[in-house]
């Protein structure tokens, strides 16, 4: 009897060990559907153009470099403006969303004033609209405005983020807000503090993780925009990342596909840089904000 004791606890304890080793087989499975077509990217990135036509592999047969000086001389104009265009598009945008939507939400979350409720439900209803929904109004307006065009081309795409139009973000720092204890409010109107004076000492220090994952959604989805980017920018000086690849797939099939990926492959690296500079602050900011309230 002991001795089947004793060897039903050794196969318990063998058990623990596969299950731990089939998952990290399932994991690593995962892992790699999910970066494959990153991979093949970028072998995509350094093969000829026949090459690419002919060889679906990862790895190329014969290594081209030259995708990548021919991507970003093959306009006009350097490729580097589009990356800065880019880049000025969605700064300006974390900024819009991370001042406004924090405003917005603080009313909503901690101030009491009438139909507060019906706001937020009819703001938590806008998440129900897709965007392309919004996109032929918007243009609408924005071009009877003067905007669409102009001097300052972005105006239609930034005007928004700090008018606190991405529910998203409001909904997610009201709910983070909503787990900031209110005797913290109640100790700081005892001390002499406006509403004002509660949020610029209290409510605004506390809410850096849902400011920094606010910040790093709105760079990443502007980065990525592509749609919107494409309605209102109509001038090749003022072209994004997203817009300026598609002018590499030509009408007339004089398609430049090898530098396109190339630059796609570039086109990734502000996001993963990005991303792995606020990695830790992205997690905590999602655990923080999504399960209170």
């Known amino acids: 009897?002991?001795?089947?004791?004793?060897?039903?606890?050794?196969?318990?304890?063998?058990?623990?060990?596969?299950?731990?080793?089939?998952?990290?087989?399932?994991?690593?499975?995962?892992?790699?559907?999910?970066?494959?077509?990153?991979?093949?990217?970028?072998?995509?990135?350094?093969?000829?153009?026949?090459?690419?036509?002919?060889?679906?592999?990862?790895?190329?047969?014969?290594?081209?470099?030259?995708?990548?000086?021919?991507?970003?001389?093959?306009?006009?104009?350097?490729?580097?403006?589009?990356?800065?265009?880019?880049?000025?598009?969605?700064?300006?945008?974390?900024?819009?969303?991370?001042?406004?939507?924090?405003?917005?939400?603080?009313?909503?979350?901690?101030?009491?004033?009438?139909?507060?409720?019906?706001?937020?439900?009819?703001?938590?209803?806008?998440?129900?609209?897709?965007?392309?929904?919004?996109?032929?109004?918007?243009?609408?307006?924005?071009?009877?405005?003067?905007?669409?065009?102009?001097?300052?081309?972005y105006l239609p795409l930034l005007i928004p983020q700090f008018l606190a139009t991405e529910a998203f973000f409001v909904f997610l720092m009201v709910q983070f807000m909503r787990g900031i204890p209110r005797e913290l409010d109640e100790a700081a109107k005892i001390d002499g503090a406006s509403p004002y004076g509660i949020f610029r000492h209290v409510i605004l220090p506390l809410s850096r993780p849902a400011l920094v994952t606010t910040a790093i959604f709105s760079f990443i989805w502007t980065w990525n925009d592509f749609f919107r980017q494409l309605v209102f920018l109509s001038s090749l000086d003022d072209y994004t990342v997203p817009v300026a690849l598609t002018l590499f797939i030509d009408s007339t099939s004089q398609s430049a596909v090898g530098p396109m990926f190339a630059m796609s492959v570039l086109s990734l690296l502000p996001v993963f840089l990005f991303f792995l500079a606020f990695q830790r602050m992205l997690v905590e900011g999602i655990n923080t904000s999504g399960l209170k309230g």
């Open 1 to 153: 009897m002991v001795a089947v004791t004793s060897t039903a606890r050794r196969a318990g304890a063998r058990r623990p060990g596969g299950r731990q080793a089939l998952r990290l087989l399932v994991l690593i499975v995962i892992v790699a559907v999910v970066l494959y077509p990153l991979l093949w990217m970028l072998g995509t990135s350094v093969k000829s153009q026949e090459e690419i036509v002919n060889n679906i592999g990862l790895l190329p047969d014969t290594f081209t470099p030259g995708n990548f000086t021919d991507g970003w001389r093959n306009f006009d104009i350097s490729f580097g403006t589009f990356f800065l265009n880019s880049a000025m598009v969605s700064l300006l945008t974390v900024v819009g969303n991370a001042v406004s939507c924090l405003l917005a939400a603080y009313a909503l979350a901690r101030l009491r004033f009438r139909l507060r409720g019906v706001w937020f439900a009819v703001m938590i209803g806008t998440l129900l609209l897709p965007g392309h929904v919004l996109i032929v109004p918007q243009y609408i307006l924005f071009r009877s405005l003067g905007l669409v065009g102009g001097d300052w081309p």
